[in-house]
């Protein structure tokens, strides 16, 4: 399980930001600890579930992305119609020059 993601490090390193005294060292104890986990918790879980929604917006936005495709290929009734037009034309081309 990830415990940090991404988009909660900016609220995390402000929060660490803010809480320090004017010496810049902060000392607590547990409990201290615990309390300040349970009061930011909620702007954590906020910013990591925003970050799993642009995660899948952008995921559905390339789904949704016509990608470009390969030309279909001819089909035989086609094939067949410019294979005969073509043996007819040298058939025809034969048979004048050998009159």
């Given at each position: ?56 917006d952008r995921v ?40």
């Open positions: 399980m990830r415990s940090l993601s991404r988009a909660s490090l900016p609220i995390l390193f402000a929060t660490l930001a803010l809480a320090q005294t004017p010496t810049g060292l902060l000392t607590l104890d547990l409990l201290q600890t615990l309390a300040r986990a349970r009061q930011y918790a909620g702007q954590i879980q906020t910013a990591n579930l925003t970050l799993s929604q642009a995660t899948q559905q936005a390339r789904a949704a992305t016509p990608r470009p495709t390969a030309p279909a290929p001819a089909s035989s009734s086609a094939m067949t119609a410019l294979t005969f037009s073509t043996t007819r034309a040298s058939s025809t081309r034969t048979s004048c020059l050998s009159s």
